[in-house]
Structures are given as C-alpha cells and as structure tokens.
C-alpha cells in the first residue's frame, strides 16, 4: 500500500516556477489581524446525506502571533521552506496564521456497530497548522504554505460527534470502534500553493470581479496536486489574494484574515482538479485499520466545485456561506458517490 510522506518528488513540481520568482521578503506585520470560524456540516445543504465527509470545525488565528506564539508551528514550517524554497528576493508582505480544528467522515449506514467493509470507513482528524502567506503584489502572485499536525482515530472526535447529534435530534453513530487508526496515531501534511490572478475588471456602477488561478501540491496525509480557478464579483474592497478558496483541504482553511476598508458583497465560485496519489481517510497509515481501500480502487483524479456569498460589514465582521461539492473518491461499490457538503464562516478582521 502506497505510504505518506514517501513522495518527496511532488514538491518538485513547483520548483521551476519558484527558482523563476521567489517568494517575498519578511515585512512588518500587525499583531493581531483577525480571526475567523469555520463549520462544515453535510446538514447545511438542500439534501442532507451525513455520510462521508460529514463535518469539520476550525478556528484560526492571524497576525504575527501565529509567528511567535510559543507552540506556534512556524519555526517548523519556517525551517522547511527556508530547505524548499530559494532564498528571498524583493519587499513582498508575509502574513501568518493558526489553526486548530478537527475533520470527520462517516460511511453511510451509522447506525451499524460492525465494520463496513463494502462502505467508506469512519475517520477523524484532530489537528493543529501554521500558514505562511507571501505576496508579491508586483507580480500579482501569492505563495502559501501551510504545515499541519494532527492526530488521527482519536475517541474524543466520535464523542464530540455523538454529542452533536444528541443537539440535533439525529441517529447517533454506532461504528466509530472501526475507525482509521482507531485509538490515535499522530500525522502531518505539508502543502505549497502559487495564487496568480488571471484578469480583474470593473462595470463603473462600483461593482468589480476578478479571477485567479492557482497550482498547489501537498505531501503527507493527503498526498495530490492541484489546479483550479476561483471567482469572485460584486462589491469586492478586499485584495485579491485574499480570496483563497482553492486552498481549502475538507475542514481546513487557515489563511490570514484580511479586512476591507468598508463594506463588500460578493458571489464567488470556482472548480479545482486535483490528482491525488494517496488519502490516509481512506487507505489507513501506519497502524493496521479494520476498513481500508488500496489505491487502485481510488479515483485518481477530483474534481472539486464551489459557490457561495460573503457580506463584510463596516466593523469588519464577516459572514459567508458556501456549498461545495466533490467528485467520488472511491471507484466502484456502495461507496462510489458523489459528496456535497456546506460551509459557515464568521471572521473578524482588524
């Protein structure tokens, strides 16, 4: 079976591009820049399934305390591009943030306490990240990384999830003894991801729309490389590079918070592809789990897709929804389905 942290050779992909522009110069950063809350949830769409990617929560944190915090992740991720990436060139602006949160996938029948075996098996992710954004608004590129730490098939996930649906009145899940990694084993991920924009434009009325592109590949838990474009119109006062749902991966979405000057409303939608060599929700790591797939019979190529809304007030409170939808992940079986799943977001910007 195929292993994380193996395909070192992914990272290589980008690495023409980044010896042809490198990422930018360290700039001062304020201290506290925002903060923003996520809630994924399968119940948050026209059909709820509460099946596969069922749910996820995060809370990020941004600012030069995402830095400096002392159980900050960027002196790790920090060392790792200084490794990466070539030296830095020019006066770009780099902004920082934290994550915690935690991701949780269910077969579709929860209600037996067996094992699944024809079905996409239980799994969780408790996790912890750090992101680097540096932007070079010259070039109108962004890079971004992110490193993650986490745990897999922790309990507290299931009873965290078994407390939910108490609160909504749904059918508990009886299976998660069966989860990947079943009593925890910790895992990591490192992703790298260029953002250019593409083209932007105005209709003199005071509504604007722009496009951007981006490439990105990551290397452990999830294992893939990326292309899609993203676009956003409407009343947009935000930078471009502030809008970055092509980086999401499931429950995470740690990117700095950016504030407008005033108010915006926006539509926003977009599509990335991405060929993906390894997936441990699926496949399992290290530990011996009792419901894995092998990675022939996974899809080797999905298409994710999106569309929301974003309305930033004045105060710099921001409220956003968006449906996501994805392409099976599994090639044949009860399992092979497509997912879909929406997305909350509450964020304040400083």
Do not use: C
């Not at 790298?192 to 722009?210: C, M, T, Y």
């Not at 108010?263 to 926003?268: G, K, R």
């Not at 789990?289 to 022939?296: G, H, K, L, P, Q």
């Amino acid at each position: 079976m195929y292993r994380p942290f193996f395909p070192a050779l992914l990272i290589l992909t980008l690495w023409p591009a980044l010896y042809a522009g490198s990422v930018a110069a360290q700039s001062q950063e304020a201290w506290n820049t925002g903060w923003a809350l996520y809630v994924d949830n399968d119940v948050l769409t026209p059909r709820s399934t509460d099946r596969d990617y069922t749910g996820g929560f995060s809370l990020t944190l941004s600012g030069r305390r995402a830095a400096e915090w002392p159980l900050s992740l960027q002196p790790l991720l920090g060392g790792i591009n200084h490794l990466l990436l070539p030296a830095t060139r020019g006066s770009g602006q780099v902004l920082h943030s934290l994550e915690t949160g935690l991701t949780v996938f269910t077969p579709e029948d929860i209600e037996q306490e067996s094992a699944r075996h024809e079905d996409r098996p239980y799994a969780s992710l408790l996790y912890v990240s750090n992101t680097a954004q540096h932007v070079e608004p010259w070039r109108d590129v962004a890079w971004t990384t992110t490193l993650t730490l986490g745990v897999l098939g922790l309990d507290l996930v299931a009873d965290l999830q078994d407390s939910f649906h108490r609160v909504i009145g749904s059918t508990e899940p009886k299976g998660w003894d069966n989860q990947i990694s079943h009593g925890g084993e910790l895992t990591a991920r490192y992703s790298l991801a260029r953002q250019q924009k593409v083209f932007d434009g105005g209709w003199g009325n005071g509504l604007n729309h722009e496009t951007t592109h981006t490439l990105r590949t990551s290397v452990g838990y999830i294992t893939d490389v990326s292309w899609g474009m993203a676009t956003r119109v409407g009343l947009l006062r935000t930078p471009w590079w502030s809008f970055n749902p092509q980086l999401v991966e499931y429950a995470e979405k740690s990117v700095p918070v950016k504030r407008a000057n005033t108010s915006e409303l926006y539509l926003w939608g977009g599509f990335q592809i991405k060929a993906r060599l390894y997936n441990a929700f699926l496949q399992g790591q290290f530990r011996d789990s009792e419901v894995t797939y092998a990675r022939d019979e996974l899809e080797t190529f999905v298409l994710e897709t999106w569309l929301g809304i974003t309305q930033q007030f004045r105060s710099g409170l921001r409220l956003s929804y968006v449906l996501r939808g994805q392409t099976r992940e599994i090639s044949e079986g009860p399992a092979s389905r497509n997912s879909i799943w929406g997305g909350v977001i509450i964020s304040r910007a400083f």
